[in-house]
């Protein structure tokens, strides 16, 4: 029988580059996985649910990985909180600052799929581990409000008036998640579109 040839070293290069790529690529998928089981559990309609073994056990994948991810339980919580203020913070970047449209980019994404609304909204109020992170994360969306505000006012008023935009926002979604408003989805969008037109 021949000897199988040779693998060049450039073919061995190749494939641990590709082996180390692959290893990458599956790390994120587990993240992923683990992230949109966090989501389902830190947005539950009774309120936030996590421990290792839940988050294990709704992603499918075992504890091992879980610990390789996240170190922990209370990192994990804030990670899942972190990826929904990153994608409510793209969604009203996305808007070009025009009210409507970006009450219709938060309504989608926090209203239509109230568990992200929860994690975001609700969650750090009911969490240890994200005792802090509700209002750190704020400033983010203050900012991103100020920034579309009239250029006439001053850093002062820009700032107040951001502020005040946020907060009442955040009162009716958060309002709204909790099931204390009872009006429907467009009046709710409605309502909420006036009191931005009246700010921006």
Known sequence: MCPAPARSDYACCHSRVDNVRSQEERNDERRRTFLHAGIDLLGAVDGPAVNVRAVCAAAGVTE??????????????????????????TALADTSGDPAR???AFVTLMVDDPRRGRVLLIAPFADQALSSA???????F?????EHLP????EVDRRLTATAVVGALTGLFTSYLRGELDVDRDRFVAHCVSVTGRRL
Do not use: I, K, M, T
């Not at 250029?151 to 001053?154: G, I, K, Q, R």
């Open 142 to 146: 203050v900012g991103l409000v100020s």
């Open 134 to 140: 509700g209002f750190g994360a704020v400033p983010a």
């Open 64 to 89: 091992r990985y879980f610990y390789q991810c996240f170190g922990d339980r209370d990192s994990f919580v804030r990670s899942v909180y972190e990826h929904v203020a990153s994608e409510a913070h």
């Open 151 to 154: 250029a006439d006012l001053d």
């Open 102 to 104: 970006a009450v219709a």
